[in-house]
């Protein structure tokens, strides 16, 4: 069990880099992206693979997430909700405030509350870190995401696909 325990730990940390490395090289190559999406509003899905530290387990994760961003600013607000699939029934509500700082990098923060399936627990305070690198496609966009999220009964580590519609 130690084994396979290590060599998630070995795949997880090595996606990981690739993820945080892939947007350090795309903006070395392009210093002019500077300018913000064109639209205002974003409906977001991220899919992810979702690794809890303490329980040392994987599980499904599924994101989703409305953003504002205010015109002309690398600056949004919105809600977003998280649903993990493994044997608790993770679920988190909260806030989320966003920050481009070019087109295809963005960083979230998004404090809330997390509960579990059937009332099992009571809902206790979360922060969720994530950050994705998008590809778009006219008014979509798609790239790889890392969430890092904490409460008062874990902590889980997130590595997914982004996939997003601008309006």
């Known amino acids: 069990m130690k084994h396979v325990c290590t060599k998630n730990k070995l795949v997880l940390t090595a996606l990981l880099a690739v993820i945080c490395l892939v947007p350090v090289k795309a903006q070395s190559e392009n210093h002019d992206e500077h300018h913000h999406h064109n639209h205002t509003s ?26 504002y961003m205010k015109p002309h600013s690398p600056f949004g607000i919105g809600l977003g909700y998280e649903r993990i699939f493994d044997h608790h029934g993770h679920n988190t509500i909260g806030v989320v405030g966003a920050y481009r700082p070019t087109d295809r990098l963005s960083f979230n923060l998004s404090p809330g509350i997390a509960f ?37 009964e874990d902590v889980h580590i997130s590595l997914g696909l982004h996939v997003g519609i601008g309006f």
Request: aromatic letters at 14%.
């Open 116 to 152: 579990e399936d059937g009332g099992h627990s009571k809902g206790h305070f979360a922060m969720h870190f994530e950050t994705t690198y998008e590809f778009e496609i006219k008014d979509f966009h798609i790239g790889p995401v890392l969430e890092v999220a904490t409460d008062s």
């Open 42 to 67: 974003e409906l977001g899905v991220a899919n992810s693979l979702v690794y809890f530290t303490s329980e040392k387990e994987l599980a499904y994760g599924l994101h989703l997430h409305y953003i």
